[in-house]
């Protein structure tokens, strides 16, 4: 037997309207913890909380941060920046294994570098705001991941000059990270190299060995 659930127009209006409420409330709880944000009243953000549009992405999911629309702001889940090695595609084995299999084809370590985990209230899409903080960063969704989405209709009507300066501080800041910690970075292994000491063990039967730390 089937059972026939009716719900009249008016119950359905009124679940509905319950409904949006619970989305603005959430979203505005959302924004007012962003780091973006931080300089905003409650009142400026509910302002503009219908403008944002909630965005679903799937684990496994991979997307280059260059050409994102416009901004993101994490809600749950979490998703790792990471970069690419320099000149990784000029190899055409890897190249081809990457056009064939995508970003599983490609090792930690070896093909690409975790700069970092982004997590709820954080941004995504700085880059397609301020092109001088283009690295090639691309993204590796974790888990289920829900974020805010402000689209490039949208932000030169919502986002204020404190927003843009606060955006471009935590681009700036995954850039600084990016550049100090990066595995491929020609003066960071410059400097490790230049800090290996090279001890020398005497040992009776033996001949001096070198030993490096």
């Known amino acids: 037997n089937t059972a026939l659930l009716v719900l009249m127009k008016d119950d359905f209006d009124d679940c509905l309207a319950d409904i949006n409420v619970k989305s603005a409330e959430d979203k505005v709880e959302l924004l007012d913890s962003s780091r973006c944000c931080r300089d905003l009243s409650t009142l400026e953000i509910k302002s503009f909380q219908g403008d944002w549009m909630l965005k679903h992405f799937s684990v496994g999911e991979f997307l280059l941060m260059d050409k994102l629309d ?59 705001i301020f092109p001088e903080l283009k690295r090639n960063f691309v993204l590796r969704v974790t888990s289920s991941l829900e974020c805010l989405w402000l ?9 204020t000059p404190a927003m843009r300066d606060r955006i471009f501080q935590e681009g700036q800041a995954r850039v600084d990270l990016h550049e100090k910690r990066s595995i491929w970075n020609d003066k960071d292994i410059a400097e490790r190299k230049s800090r290996e000491i090279v001890v020398t063990r005497h040992s009776p039967r033996n001949s001096p060995s070198p030993l490096r730390f």
């Open 70 to 128: 416009k901004l993101f702001v994490v809600g749950h889940g979490a998703v790792q920046l990471c970069s690419f090695k320099p000149k990784l595609f000029s190899d055409e084995a890897v190249k081809a294994n990457f056009e064939r299999a995508g970003f599983p084809s490609l090792k930690e370590g070896v093909h690409f570098e975790t700069v970092c985990t982004i997590h709820k209230g954080e941004i995504i899409g700085e880059t397609s």
């Open 151 to 159: 689209p490039s209709d949208k932000f030169d009507e919502v986002v």
